[in-house]
């Protein structure tokens, strides 16, 4: 059947909304998949941050203890552990500088990290030498603890809490940047909105200018040719379908009056 005046122009309308609901739906899925997917970036980055911060503190704890016991109490059987601490110490923080997006956070980090080392390794050597050597660290051991470790410990500590909430300081920028993702995922929406409700606007007057009031006419011309005898007639230019049914129906009124003469 040729496609032709009430059906072409439904079909485009119609489809022209089905066009627009596709396109906007696929750009607004996009867009959110963009802002989901910074959103858990975010987030795997925090996360990220505080699981390697919270290694290298219960590292940099494993070594102060360590250090307590061997400068402060004397215990030589520590020197293990200490090392230990340390190598687990900087061993996190190279996986920490591979994996960071931001690496100026780390640099106070690092600084300390290996100053804390140059101080355990010049003590630990010097746990090293003869007896009375020794012996003279241990008196010594208390005011080296509290006068130089402690404090190189604070910074470090410091700098390791720096770096747990380092994330922080590009949620502002990474904030914005979603806001203008949401945005952009919104707007297709709300843009197509606007230009279906105009389609629909448009596609009711067609259809009550072309269509409907021409089938209300018919409808009440017919009625009173049947009713009243009155000569049917349509006010108006009908096109498409609607000329095409009023002609049929002047055909048939007109083969109904041969009949009857």
Known sequence: MKTT???KRLMIGFSS??????FSGMVSFVELSHLSQDTDDILKANKRNIELAKDMLDAAHEQNIALIHMAVLGDRSYDSLCRAGMERLEHTLLVAQEEA????????????TTELRLLTDNYLA?????????????REGGSWYSGEYERLYGQLTSAIKNYMTSTQSSLAPRAEQMKKNAYRAVTPVL??????IAIVLMLYYFLSVYYAEPI??????????LTY?????????LKDEMGELKDKIDTLISISKQQKL
């Open 17 to 22: 909304i089905v066009f627009l609901l596709f």
């Open 101 to 112: 997006l931001e690496k100026s956070f780390l640099d106070s980090l690092a600084f300390a």
């Open 216 to 225: 209300i006419r018919i409808n009440r011309s017919l009625g009173n040719f």
């Open 126 to 138: 010097r746990e090293a030498e003869p007896r009375d050597s020794l012996q003279r660290f241990d």
């Open 191 to 196: 843009i197509s909105l606007m230009v279906m």
């Open 5 to 7: 005046g009430l059906r």
């Open 229 to 237: 005898h009155i000569p049917f007639e349509v006010k108006g230019n």
